[in-house]
C-alpha cells in the first residue's frame, strides 16, 4: 500500500499501470473499504460507501495517469518536480490536494511508523518491571 501510495512510484513510466500491480491493487481495495467502514463511518451497503470507493479509485487513477483535467498544469509541474525532494507525507500534505480522499488514505498509511523501537521500548520497560528474580520473591 505504501509503494502504491509513494510519489517515487506513483510517477514511475515503469509501473504506470496501477491495474497490473494486481497484489497491491487488490490490497488497496480492501484498505479504502475498511476506511470508509471504520474511519469515515459509511454503511458497506450504503450509497455513501459506494460513492467514497468510486471516488477513490478515480482519484488514484487520475493521480496514477496523471490526467491534465484533473491536476492544474502548474500543480502537476511541482508534483512532479518535488516527488524526488520530500518526503511522501510532506509531499502528499502539500501536491495532494487534487485529490483529497486518496490524501487522507495516502497520509495515514505513509504515516506509520516502519520500525519496531517503539514496541522494544515497552519490552524492555516491562522486562524491568518483571524480572525472574522479583517474580520469584515472597512476602517474606
Request: glycine share 6%; aromatic share 12%; net charge neutral.
Amino acid at each position: 500500500m505504501a509503494m502504491l501510495l509513494h510519489p517515487l512510484y506513483l510517477f514511475d513510466p515503469e509501473r504506470h499501470d496501477v491495474y497490473e500491480w494486481n497484489y497491491i491493487y487488490t490490497d488497496f481495495q480492501q484498505y479504502i473499504k475498511l476506511y470508509g467502514e471504520g474511519i469515515m463511518g459509511y454503511d458497506p451497503k450504503g450509497d455513501l460507501h459506494k460513492e467514497w470507493m468510486e471516488k477513490c479509485n478515480k482519484e488514484l487513477e487520475s493521480i496514477a495517469y496523471q490526467n491534465a483535467n484533473d491536476w492544474p498544469l502548474l500543480t502537476k509541474e511541482k508534483a512532479l518536480s518535488e516527488r524526488t525532494k520530500q518526503n511522501p507525507l510532506s509531499w502528499w500534505n502539500i501536491c495532494g490536494k487534487a485529490a483529497p480522499k486518496l490524501r487522507l488514505i495516502a497520509m495515514d498509511i505513509l504515516g506509520l511508523t516502519t520500525v519496531a523501537s517503539a514496541c522494544e521500548r515497552g519490552w524492555s520497560s516491562y522486562g524491568f518491571v518483571h524480572l525472574k528474580l522479583r517474580n520469584r520473591l515472597s512476602m517474606d
